[in-house]
């Protein structure tokens, strides 16, 4: 039984260096490809293997009541980490804001609101902020603009109102809109056409990332509206 | 006053989340350089969770953003005050003097 022990211990090294070998394989012998998952599950197993006798000592060394604490412990700390996790995500959701500046600079004013709100409720949508260049991070100020509406209830969607620029054609900034809901995507006409009225619109535009907000409240359908099912 | 005050409450907060993951990193090691290393690692974590969260996107970036120390720290020196950011600090000053109490305790079991 010790000499077992001893010899699976020695796997470790043999382990490792076969997942040196599947990190490097890729460098050296490209073609092999196929050779990296064998290397890779290989590696691991030998060392899962030299683990044993650590884990058959520690074992050995632990007794009843410290692996008991041991477990209590470990549900405790799981149970507060969910708990902070709940309260952080309440806390996010819910939250209330209070703006001590003069003249309350980082809020919106009421007729802000109201305007924002009356805009809404007619159904219209809008563009409220430029659009950023391609790659360029969202700044912060939209994000808490849209926020700050959410919080007063005002439905604001954001998408991105930019249309494919085709090469030679005169596009406008703002095009068609992109939503998803319940796995449709939906293209309306929304703040503007584009020259030519072409309805393309880019994979992968409406997520949340690089994107104008808008104001839309659901009004009537309109002609220009269509569906597609994704 | 306003932003001065809550500049002064962002920093208090900060700080006592500062001292309790400090507090939690020394319970684990007698080493004193040990836990301070530990401490710098842990909250240069957090700090740099806000420029992750830029690359992530989607709900992963905003739960990135929203651990990250800076985002709340930046609306305390606004002079805005919102109780999101003044739980994120508590809970996780509570949660790090929590995890200090159950490694103290350990000792006593773990031998």
């Given at each position: 039984m010790?000499?077992?022990?001893?010899r699976l211990?020695?796997?470790?090294y043999?382990?490792?260096a076969?997942?040196?070998?599947?990190?490097?394989?890729?460098?050296?012998?490209?073609?092999?490809?196929?050779l990296?998952?064998?290397?890779?599950?290989?590696?691991?197993a030998?060392?899962?293997?030299?683990l044993v006798?650590?884990?058959?000592g520690?074992?050995?060394?632990?007794g009843?009541?410290t692996?008991?604490y041991?477990?209590?412990?470990?549900?405790?700390?799981v149970?507060v980490?969910g708990i902070?996790?709940?309260?952080?995500a309440?806390?996010?959701r819910?939250?209330a804001r209070?703006?001590?500046?003069?003249n309350?600079?980082?809020?919106?004013?009421s007729?802000?609101?109201?305007?924002?709100?009356?805009?809404a409720?007619q159904?219209?949508?809008?563009?409220?902020?430029?659009?950023?260049p391609?790659?360029?991070?969202?700044?912060?100020?939209?994000?808490?603009a849209?926020r700050?509406l959410r919080?007063r209830?005002v439905?604001?969607?954001v998408?991105?109102?930019?249309?494919?620029a085709?090469?030679?054609q005169?596009?406008r900034?703002?095009g068609?809109r992109h939503?998803?809901a319940?796995?449709q995507?939906?293209y309306?006409?929304?703040?503007?056409?584009?020259?030519g009225?072409?309805a393309?619109q880019?994979p992968?535009?409406?997520?949340?990332?690089g994107?104008?907000?808008?104001?839309?409240?659901?009004?009537?359908?309109?002609a220009?509206?269509?569906q597609?099912r994704? | 006053?306003?932003?001065l005050?809550?500049?002064?409450l962002?920093?208090?907060?900060m700080?006592g989340?500062?001292l309790?993951?400090?507090?939690?990193a020394?319970?684990?090691?007698?080493?004193?350089?040990?836990?301070a290393?530990v401490?710098?690692?842990i909250l240069?974590?957090?700090?740099v969770?806000?420029w992750?969260?830029e690359?992530?996107g989607?709900?992963?970036?905003?739960?990135?953003?929203?651990?990250s120390?800076?985002?709340?720290?930046?609306?305390f020196?606004?002079g805005?005050l919102?109780t999101?950011?003044?739980?994120?600090?508590?809970?996780f000053?509570?949660?790090a003097?929590f995890l200090t109490l159950r490694s103290?305790e350990a000792?006593?079991w773990a031998g």
């Amino acid at each position: 039984m010790g000499g077992l022990m001893r010899r699976l211990d020695l796997a470790f090294y043999p382990g490792i260096a076969v997942l040196a070998a599947a990190v490097v394989q890729p460098f050296v012998l490209p073609q092999q490809s196929r050779l990296w998952w064998p290397l890779v599950v290989v590696g691991l197993a030998l060392v899962a293997l030299s683990l044993v006798p650590w884990v058959v000592g520690a074992r050995s060394s632990l007794g009843a009541r410290t692996v008991r604490y041991g477990f209590n412990t470990l549900v405790m700390v799981v149970l507060v980490l969910g708990i902070i996790g709940v309260v952080e995500a309440l806390s996010y959701r819910h939250n209330a804001r209070m703006d001590l500046t003069e003249n309350r600079r980082h809020s919106l004013s009421s007729q802000t609101i109201q305007l924002l709100k009356a805009i809404a409720d007619q159904g219209e949508r809008g563009r409220l902020l430029p659009e950023r260049p391609a790659g360029q991070a969202p700044g912060r100020g939209p994000v808490q603009a849209v926020r700050a509406l959410r919080r007063r209830q005002v439905h604001v969607e954001v998408g991105r109102s930019r249309p494919r620029a085709h090469a030679g054609q005169g596009v406008r900034r703002r095009g068609l809109r992109h939503h998803r809901a319940g796995g449709q995507r939906t293209y309306r006409e929304g703040a503007g056409r584009r020259a030519g009225g072409e309805a393309h619109q880019r994979p992968g535009e409406g997520d949340s990332r690089g994107q104008a907000p808008g104001l839309h409240r659901p009004g009537p359908r309109r002609a220009g509206d269509h569906q597609h099912r994704a | 006053m306003g932003p001065l005050a809550t500049g002064y409450l962002g920093l208090v907060l900060m700080g006592g989340m500062f001292l309790a993951i400090g507090l939690f990193a020394s319970s684990l090691t007698e080493n004193q350089i040990v836990a301070a290393v530990v401490t710098f690692g842990i909250l240069l974590m957090l700090w740099v969770l806000g420029w992750t969260a830029e690359f992530a996107g989607g709900p992963l970036g905003t739960v990135l953003t929203h651990l990250s120390i800076l985002e709340h720290n930046d609306t305390f020196a606004k002079g805005v005050l919102d109780t999101k950011d003044v739980i994120y600090y508590l809970d996780f000053t509570a949660l790090a003097l929590f995890l200090t109490l159950r490694s103290l305790e350990a000792r006593r079991w773990a031998g």
